[in-house]
C-alpha cells in the first residue's frame, strides 16, 4: 500500500506557479502531529536535495535556491503537505519527492515530475 500520494506536478512556464501536495493516508494524527515533513527534489544528473522542510512544531527552512519563491505548510487535519512554488524557473525542473521523518522511521513518496519551459 502506498503510504504517501502526491500530487500537483506538471509542467509550467517559468514565472508561473505550481502547488504540490503530499497526502499520508495511512498515517494517524498522533503520529502526523510529531512528524517532520520535507521535501526533495532530484534533477537529472544531480543529487537529491532537501528544498523545505515543516517540522511537527511548524518550524520551516528552505535550500537557499528557493528562498523567497516557495512556502511549505501542513494541515493535520487532512495529513497533507503543501509546497507552493511561485516564479519557478527552469532550474526547479526536476521529480519532488515528499519525505517523512519521525522517532519511528522514515518514508519516501514516490515522486513527482516538475518541468519549468523557459
Known amino acids: 500500500q502506498v503510504s504517501l500520494v502526491e500530487s500537483g506536478g506538471g509542467m509550467v512556464q517559468a514565472g508561473g506557479s505550481l502547488r504540490l501536495s503530499c497526502r499520508a493516508p495511512?498515517?494517524?494524527?498522533?503520529?502526523?502531529?510529531?512528524?517532520?515533513m520535507e521535501w526533495y527534489r532530484q534533477a537529472p544528473g544531480k543529487q537529491r536535495e532537501l528544498v523545505a522542510r515543516i517540522t511537527s512544531d511548524r518550524a520551516t527552512n528552505y535550500a537557499d535556491s528557493v528562498k523567497g519563491r516557495f512556502t511549505i505548510s501542513r494541515d493535520s487535519r487532512k495529513r497533507t503537505v503543501d509546497l507552493q512554488m511561485n516564479s519557478l524557473k527552469p532550474e526547479d525542473t526536476a521529480i519532488y519527492y515528499c519525505?517523512?521523518?519521525?522517532?519511528?522511521?522514515?518514508?519516501w513518496g514516490q515522486g513527482i515530475q516538475v518541468t519549468v519551459s523557459s
Open positions: 495511512r498515517m494517524i494524527l498522533s503520529t502526523f502531529s510529531v512528524t517532520d
Open positions: 519525505h517523512t521523518r519521525n522517532q519511528w522511521g522514515q518514508d
